[in-house]
């Protein structure tokens, strides 16, 4: 499903306009993506969870020349999904 399915669904399970869908889903991405860029966790109750964790520095191998190469630790988003999602 992309993103104008999904602006559909929305529209046609609440029984409103896609514009008002569009604006809808376009709010809760920004104030996702505003709350992990702030490091906050966002949970949504029997859906799941979106948390921001690190990933420490490891040493790699790069696959055409076969060397080693430092790879460096970095912010990840990870989601965990709710009891009715699973």
Known sequence: MNKSELINAIANN?????????KALDGFIDATTEALKKGEKVAILGFGTFDV???KARTGINP????????????VIKFKPG???K
């Open 14 to 22: 609440a029984g409103i306009t896609k514009a008002d869908a569009k």
């Open 53 to 55: 964790t690190e990933r």
């Open 64 to 75: 055409l020349t076969k060397e080693k190469i430092q790879i460096p630790e970095k912010k």
């Open 83 to 85: 009891s009715d999602l």
